[in-house]
């Protein structure tokens, strides 16, 4: 290990012992396996840190291993982006190999399982197998080829390997313990049949290993020392072990496999199967659209590779899966492009801007620091001249006091430039600002050390010149989902927090040094953000990806509707202490609106989930979050549901009862609504003492119905 004191993670800590317990450095060997079915996302970079890590800090090789044993999903193309996405995050493998180069070895290693008697050609269908496989809680039963003989196994698999049967037909399964606790050790499946075109080994096999039978004797094979997997392959470790068994020489070093959590990032998807389905549906432009989660999508974004390994490394190694803030990731580039970015210029909202005394056909070419926090950076020079563009949002006519940027009267600095002055407006036929003019103290230029220059104002505003101003096409990118777990509630697609703004294309205008900019070169847009040039940019069409905001937005927005969950909740007790029916309707009123304006589902089934308990206003704010959120009831997990509707039903007070009656009226299930008839109906022939003559109704309108 590196010589620095560090603190061990427990992966490190198993090298550690297994190497004072006698495994020689020279042994140690690491690997990265993908399988080549899809674009790799950040959960691999992670991985690809991990283990590519072990290997600098162990001085150990490290192989690219591509499990390519399902020629259904996986393409060359995938090979391609996955060894470029590596070498773009900073490492080298040692050997680049494919688990299908040991196709022929595997079979012959089946072949000897055969001959053993510990493995078998089953001949059922799927449905079959899967009665007769059993259950968690009940043992399988033994399938009825099981005993077949060595020949006839010898001779169905050879049959199988020459393309003698259809798909589906036959399949080898090893034979180990149909009673086992562990349901992959059920006599699990090692080859399938499937008449496939694989994108090295061509049409030559017709039979192709599970993942379980390849990935270990594969590690076998490379003399890979430590295989680290992800934590929903611990049940796979009695298997991988099992087959180990079966081929192990004492005299080559054994494998051993160890799990580490995944750390899955928010507002975000990692399943490939589900960024697959991003794409085929078109609900992003391809594997490498700057929303995706994948490496070539952040690459694109304008994510350096230095902050992807920093990210990883932040995080750390864990034993538990774990989800991960989004802003994590967003504070690791913020970071990074902070130091090597360089700032300049840009407007993305424009309106022109006048300074009336500036004369006419008059320009000044200012001196710019490209970066104050590199002093090597150096300046540059931006244009200057009567006629400029500012954001629009940086002027209001009739401004609050605590705004600091421009309004008729007062004074601004333009960045690197004077102080102005708003003096009045144009606008067009529908009172929208065309034009501002203001006038500008001649003195006040920046850094010329006049006293004038030296005058404090209430803020500075960035600007272009119009006359040397590049039009640009400036995309916008924001999380491409509105939740953090899109993928983590059983009653919801994940589709539906799909962000409708996760895109906006703007056409802004950026100063003339960006003219020779190239793809992936990295700016500062000073008080927006940090920008990339993106791949479809030419040198007659600027094309800019946001990266990231100078502030955490969401943070702020989700800060928000946590304060707005919890102000309802303390106006909620009022509602039972008014005395009129019209303080009521306000209050919920005001609260009702609050609920419409919170976007986060998990904040809203949370709030829902911990308010179901015997507390009426507890129980009340749960019905108004049914009643006036933008999701339907059936979106909630159907046990809260069920258990809010049946204490609401009993709840001593009649708003209670009467918003629960009022919400299971409307609701879309009827199915639901049908399981508190009888409840319903007891409440009507027997109304609490308490029962408002609005309940009674409420009861009486859906007793008739």
Not at 322 to 346: G, H, Q, T, W, Y
Not at 373 to 392: C, H, M, Q, T, W
Not at 592 to 615: A, M, P, R, V, Y
């Amino acid at each position: 290990m590196a010589s620095e004191e560090k603190s061990l993670n427990f992966i490190e800590q198993i090298i550690e012992e297994d190497v004072k317990s006698g495994l020689s450095n020279t042994k140690l060997r690491f690997r990265f396996p993908p399988e080549p079915n899809g674009y790799l996302h950040i959960g691999h970079a992670s991985s690809i840190a991990l283990n590519f890590g072990l290997g600098i800090d162990y001085q150990s090789p490290v192989n690219l291993r591509f499990d390519d044993t399902n020629p259904e999903k996986e393409e060359q193309e995938f090979v391609d982006a996955i060894k470029k996405d590596v070498e773009w995050l900073g490492y080298k493998w040692a050997e680049e190999c494919y688990a299908s180069d040991y196709f022929q070895q595997l079979y012959d290693w089946a072949v000897l399982l055969i001959k053993k008697d510990k493995a078998y050609v089953d001949s059922q269908s799927s449905e079959e197998m899967a009665i007769q496989k059993g259950t968690p809680t009940t043992p399988g039963t033994d399938s009825p080829y099981r005993n077949r003989s060595v020949e006839e196994n010898l001779d169905l698999f050879e049959r199988m390997k020459n393309g003698e049967f259809e798909a589906g037909t036959h399949i080898l399964r090893a034979k180990i313990d149909m009673k086992s606790t562990n349901m992959l050790m059920r006599d699990p499946i090692m080859y399938r049949i499937l008449h496939k075109h694989h994108h090295r080994t061509g049409d030559a096999w017709k039979i192709y290993p599970m993942y379980d039978w390849a990935h270990g004797q594969s590690d076998y094979l490379e003399q890979i020392s430590h295989s680290f997997c992800t934590l929903e392959f611990l049940p796979h470790r009695e298997l991988y072990d099992w087959f180990l068994d079966q081929i192990f020489d004492e005299n080559k070093l054994r494998p051993k496999q160890r799990e580490f959590a995944r750390r899955n990032l928010s507002h975000t998807v990692v399943s490939k199967r589900k960024l697959q389905q991003l794409v085929k549906e078109k609900h992003v432009n391809g594997w490498d659209d700057p929303r995706m989660s994948t490496i070539s999508g952040l690459r694109r974004r304008g994510y350096t590779a230095a902050s992807l390994r920093n990210f990883a490394n932040t995080i750390g190694i864990a034993k538990r899966d774990n989800l991960i803030n989004v802003s994590v990731l967003e504070f690791c580039i913020r970071e990074d492009l902070n130091k090597i970015a360089p700032r300049v210029m840009a407007v993305l909202d424009p309106v022109k801007l006048v300074i009336t005394n500036y004369p006419e056909g008059k320009e000044e070419w200012l001196e710019a620091e490209n970066n104050q926090e590199d002093e090597n950076a150096g300046f540059r020079k931006v244009p200057f001249s009567r006629n400029l563009y500012i954001e629009r949002e940086d002027f209001l006519e009739e401004a609050p006091a605590k705004f600091f940027r421009l309004t008729l009267g007062k004074e601004v600095r333009l960045k690197n430039a004077y102080i102005i002055k708003g003096e009045s407006v144009i606008k067009d036929e529908n009172g929208n600002i065309t034009e501002i003019h203001v006038t500008y103290d001649t003195d006040s230029l920046s850094g010329s050390g006049t006293e004038a220059s030296q005058r404090k104002v209430s803020g500075t505003l960035h600007w272009v010149s119009i006359k040397h101003a590049l039009e640009a096409e400036v995309r916008l990118y924001d999380r491409l989902f509105t939740d953090e777990a899109p993928d983590s509630y059983k009653e919801k697609n994940f589709l539906d927090f799909v962000n409708p703004n996760s895109l906006e294309i703007v056409t802004g205008y950026v100063e003339p040094s960006l003219s020779t900019a190239q793809n992936e070169d990295k700016f500062q847009f000073q008080r927006l953000g940090y920008f990339t040039v993106d791949k479809d940019s030419t040198p007659s069409k600027l094309v800019f990806n946001k990266t990231v905001g100078l502030k955490d937005a969401w943070e702020e927005k989700g800060k928000k509707e946590e304060n707005s969950i919890n102000n309802s909740l303390k106006e909620i007790n009022k509602y039972f202490k008014v005395e009129t029916k019209a303080e009521r309707i306000a209050i919920e009123s005001a609260i009702g609106d609050n609920i419409k304006n919170i976007s986060s589902f998990s904040l809203l089934q949370n709030s829902l989930k911990k308010n179901i308990n015997n507390n009426k206003a507890s129980l009340l704010f749960s019905q108004f979050i049914l009643k006036y959120s933008n999701w339907k009831s059936t979106d909630f997990e159907e046990e809260d549901i069920k258990k809010l509707y049946s204490m609401s039903l009993k709840s001593e007070s009649t708003y209670v009862r009467s918003k629960a009656l009022l919400n299971l009226r409307d609701i879309e299930n009827e199915d639901l609504r049908n399981q508190f008839s009888d409840e319903i109906l007891k409440l009507y022939s027997n109304p609490p003492k308490n029962a408002s003559e609005r309940e009674i109704e409420i009861l009486s309108e859906m007793v008739k119905k």
